[in-house]
């Protein structure tokens, strides 16, 4: 495979000079790993670092192929459920569990890496949740609450005395 199949890695390599540069063309076949040979190992002509095409990236490490992985990211991203989604890729629900877990952690990651400096001009809330309670203040152990007037948050310790 030439360079071009290359230009969306990177070196991974912190020390490196070509480090995260994408396309920067330093990148060469090394060799072949995984079931099948069907994962690339690349070696940066910069440093001589090795690595997996994976590294740096949720896959990495995982024997499970890109297209049952790529089909559980879908299913989970459309709101599937886990049991569902191992039932639809042909996998174990530890297997879906423990993608989630990883992908999930990488995408906080690349997250907190890439999101900064926001500045907000306008927050709306779609939903605004409140708690209505019995204060204390107004409570007594002499005046039972029902379950309706507890519903309703009328309570007889809270409507003012006729004296």
């Known amino acids: 495979m030439s360079a071009e199949g290359y230009s969306h890695l990177a070196c991974p390599n912190p020390e490196c000079s070509d480090y995260t540069r994408r396309g920067a063309g330093n ?4 060799g072949w790993s995984g079931r099948g040979k069907r994962i690339r190992c690349l070696r940066c002509a910069t440093c001589g670092c090795d690595f997996s095409q ?4 949720p896959l990495f490490g995982l024997r499970t192929d890109e297209d049952t992985l ?4 879908r299913h989970l991203a459309e709101g599937v ?3 569902a989604t191992a039932r639809l ?3 174990s629900l530890n297997t879906v569990l423990r993608f989630t877990a990883r992908f999930g952690k990488h995408a906080e990651l690349f997250h907190d890496c890439m999101v ?3 500045r907000p001009e306008q927050i709306q809330a779609d939903e605004a949740w409140s708690f209505v309670g019995k204060k204390t203040r107004t409570a007594s152990r002499s ?7 507890a519903a309703s948050g009328a309570t007889s ?4 005395n006729p004296s």
Do not use: D, F, Y
């Not at 790529?70 to 990211?73: K, L």
């Open 157 to 160: 310790s809270s409507t003012p």
């Open 89 to 91: 890729t042909g996998v």
């Open 70 to 73: 790529a089909a559980i990211a």
């Open 81 to 83: 459920g886990c049991r």
């Open 116 to 118: 900064r400096h926001v």
């Open 54 to 57: 994976r590294a740096n990236t």
């Open 27 to 30: 990148l060469r076949l090394h």
């Open 143 to 149: 005046t039972p609450t029902t379950a309706s007037e």
